[in-house]
């Protein structure tokens, strides 16, 4: 089977505008502003994963449309939210880069990667920190110290390629975990809606959380599998600028 061709987008949001999206839409969420600008722009072809790197180095988004596809989804999109993103300037102009990314990748190759990931774990009906589960389930203070960074690794382990083979998601096993660190941590509030039932308007509610950058090397263990993966992401909140590998190449 020929693997669906994959794109990586690169753009320079425009960081007055996008204030001005989030001061609209009511919202301290970057993340959640970014989704939001993505389907207002894109509609159900929204580019997901995505990664906000910073300023300086902008917005990169995979996307499985082509150059032609792209620039027809921009010409229709809400010229604040293209603006706002980087896509077009005030003229209307494309100020975005779309390259082709690999599909063919050969078996065993390595790659550096990173990736930022929301690290958390399902305990009832809640969402928790991997790490703060993992203090718990080892008694607390008077249990066996827990490292943050060790409970990370596991976590992106587990959700790489799965806890039992007979269980595996068509992603899971696309790789072989040579070595990873945590590059940074910090906790921060997300932002997240319910939908819109009977009328009624969406709601917000805070969710509180882990954010991270882990980064390493792998080495593919199975291209097709790899291909999804990448489409994928990694972890929970994918929609909103976690979960995307970022991939280089290693001698």
Sequence with gaps: MTPQQLYLMHSKPDTSLLATWMARHRTRDLGEALHGLLHAAFGQHAPQPFRYLDELRGLLAYTPLDEPATAAQIAKAEPLAAQALGLTDHNGNGRYRLRAFPTQWPRDRMLGFEVRVRPTVRSGKQEQDAFLHAVKLAGGSQGAP?????????????????????????????????????????????????????????????????????????????????????????????AYGFGMLLLHSIH
């Design 146 to 238: 827990v490292q943050r960074e060790n409970v990370y690794v596991q976590w992106l382990h587990h959700h790489l390629n799965g806890p039992d083979a007979s269980l595996r998601q068509p992603w899971q096993g696309a790789v072989e975990i040579l070595d990873v660190r945590m590059n940074s941590f910090t906790r921060n509030k997300v932002m997240r809606r319910t939908q819109a039932v009977n009328g009624q308007p969406r709601r917000g509610h805070a969710i509180e959380g882990p954010d991270a950058v882990l980064s390493g090397r792998l080495r593919i263990a199975d291209p097709d599998a790899f291909n999804r993966l990448l489409m994928r992401g990694v972890g929970r909140h994918r």
